[in-house]
Structure formats: C-alpha cells, structure tokens
C-alpha cells in the first residue's frame, strides 16, 4: 500500500479521527470525522484543490459578501469621501441582494441577473459605480482563497453607458458659452467657471473646491482637494487620484477673466470658495447642470452635457500636440488609459495638417526666377 505523504490522520480519545495538514496560507487546518477513510478522503480532496490551484481556505468559505464589505468600508487606505460614496452605495444598490450571501455562492450567473435587475431602476453612473465596489470587495475574497477567482466578469460593467457618445465644445463654442452667462445678472458669476472648465480641464468637484488662495501667479491654478454631495451633506476632501493634485496654467484670456472674477464675486478671505453660490456656499452639481443647459439652448448648442466641459479642456490641450504625459498632468490622470483617449478626438485634425503640409510643399515647390537653377 502507497505510503501517504499529504497531511496526517489521528485517532482521539473519543473514537473520532483528525484530519490535519498544513496549508498554503501557513496556517493548519483539522477536520473530524467518524470513520478513518472519511478523513483520508478528505485530505485527498484538499490535496487535489491544492494541485488545481483552486484550494480555498476552510475557514473562509462561510463568510458572506455584506461581511467582507464591512471590512473593506473600514479600510484605512480609503479617502473620506470615498469612503462615504461606498457606504451610500453599499447601502441602496447592494446590502440588500448580496450582504447575506456566501462569497463562495456568488457566481457570475448571479451577478450578470443582479446587474440586469439593477439596470431597469439604476442610473448608468450608479450602477457602474455599484459593480465596481462589488468587484473591489470580491477581489479581497479572492486574496483571502475564499473563492477561486471573480465571479464579476460583465464587459463593461464598470463604465456607465451615456445615452450618446461624449463630444468636445468648439473653442469658439465654449467662449459663446460664457458670454452668455456672462449677460444675465443673476448667472454671470459663472461665466469664469465655464471658462476655466473648458480651457483648464478640471473636473466639476476640483474646481468648486478651489480657494482664493488657490489662484497662484502666472495665471496658474492650484487643485489640491475636490468636493461633493453625499447622503445630503457637503463631503470635502483629496482629489479623485494621487495624480489630481497639480497645478494648471491656464491661457492669458482665461487667466485675466478670472482676475476680474475674484474682484466682483469672490469673498476677501483666503478661503473663500472661488466658484459659490450668490451666499458663498458650494456650487450644487443639480443648480450648474440647469444653468449650463439653460445657457447652452439660448445660444442653440446642439446636446450637450456639462461634463463635456472637462472633455472640451482635454480635447483642445490634445489639439495643441501635447504629450501623453503633459495631457496626465494636466488633466490629473493616474494612467495614460483616458490620456490617448482625448489625443484619439484630437485625430480629426488629419485634414488641417494635411493643407498645412500642401502649403509647405507648394512654398517648396515654386521656386524664384532670381535663383540660378542647376545645369
């Protein structure tokens, strides 16, 4: 009879065996059980998972998904309003389906019905953001081998689906914009706002964040904290990435508006919000979008959304033949991922190199009859 080598099995004082071995996580792990080829088999078994690369640590298996969101919503590596936009998360799209439920019961068949579910009452940003933190807390079960690998495998599951692909303002459009705030008293404190949106890139929170104190010489501007609603509360705190705490120059025309900005509708105070309501609180996300649109149909722009500011500010920095790097810098970008997106829109510009090319070959091309041609 082959001798065994994997684990061991010992008979106790009761008359039961134990079946122990020593596992990949360095920890050792005991079964009982009535009958001795019952804890030989068993050992087996964990032997052959080991093999398959699809062993799970035993005490792991039980834990439900609501139990290792509670961990992960305590991590201390979470940015405060992360943090609150997770919880808020959690709580409406998925305590409910998911925080009872075994991690090693959760299958992608699950996932794909919770998703669809989800879909028919969730908005597209929502949902996104929902299955990304469900993703994020099923990867700690798949560090921890309490499942063998993610069951969250929808393609593009964590991106929100627009109703139309994004689109880029003109130059020409952003400034038409602007001057319409500008005309109407009630909404030409924002008319800064468009601009540095449109020519600076900076992200909606970034920029309702900023401080008097963050308006440096140079025309330079310093993003050092972003801001938003959660849970109906004001949530300030660290830029959406490490990478979003930078300092952006923006054109001598939008530096000089925003020169004129602070002196008519900016509080002395070094902090006092450089983009507030008319009492010097936060810009509400719902109150822009309504006096973005409002501005955008008086001047006959076809659809657009006032994120598409952010895209316009990335697209026109593209449109100067900046590099993947200054465009990551610019726009506060971890990875050159979004980056080559805004150099790809940028592509449209073929045409205009090519009569730029014409020109030079006819400049080349005709050549003066005071030159003396060769022989």
């Known amino acids: 009879m082959a001798k065994r080598t994997f684990g061991s099995v010992d008979r106790l004082p009761s008359g039961r065996y134990r079946a122990r071995y020593l596992g990949p996580d360095g920890r050792r792990h005991t079964k009982i059980f009535v009958a001795k080829a019952d804890a030989w088999a068993w050992l087996a078994s964990e032997q052959t998972d080991l093999l398959r690369k699809s062993w799970r640590a035993p005490n792991a298996k039980g834990r439900t998904v609501g139990e290792y969101a509670e961990d992960y919503l ?18 409406h799209h998925l305590a409910e389906p998911w925080a009872a ?32 933190l469900l993703r994020a807390i099923l990867n700690v079960a798949v560090a921890d081998e309490a499942i063998a690998s993610n069951p969250c495998r929808l393609r593009g599951g964590g991106t929100p689906r627009a109703s139309r692909p994004s689109r880029a303002l003109t130059a020409v459009e952003a400034l038409q914009l602007a001057e319409q705030l500008g005309r109407d008293r009630r909404t030409e404190r924002y008319r800064a706002l468009v601009l540095v949106l449109a020519f600076g890139g900076l992200r909606f929170g970034e920029a309702t964040a900023l401080r008097r104190s963050d308006v440096l010489p140079g025309g330079r501007v310093r993003v050092e904290r972003s801001v938003r609603r959660v849970g109906g509360q004001w949530v300030s705190g660290e830029p959406k990435t490490d990478a979003g705490h930078r300092t952006v120059t923006l054109p001598a025309g939008v530096a000089a508006a925003l020169e004129d900005h602070l002196e008519k509708h900016v509080r002395p105070s070094p902090d006092a919000l450089l983009f507030s309501t008319s009492s010097g609180g936060y810009l509400a996300r719902s109150n822009w979008n309504s006096t973005f649109r409002r501005a955008a149909d008086a001047i006959g722009l076809p659809a657009v959304r006032p994120h598409e500011l952010r895209h316009t500010g990335a697209t026109l920095a593209a449109a100067t033949g900046a590099t993947t790097k200054e465009l990551m810098r610019r726009l506060g970008h971890s990875s050159p991922a979004a980056a080559l ?13 090519a009569r730029a090319l014409d020109a030079m070959l006819a400049a080349l091309t005709e050549t003066p009859d005071d030159i003396d041609r060769p022989e």
């Open 74 to 91: 305590a991590r201390n590596d979470l940015r405060e309003g992360t943090r609150v936009l997770y919880k808020g998360l959690w709580r």
């Open 101 to 132: 439920v075994p991690v090693d019961e959760v299958t992608p068949a699950s996932v794909r019905s919770w998703h669809a579910q989800a879909g028919r009452t969730t908005g597209p940003t929502a949902l996104a953001q929902s299955y990304r």
């Open 341 to 353: 997106l805004y150099q790809h829109a940028a592509d449209d510009r073929d045409a205009d190199i």
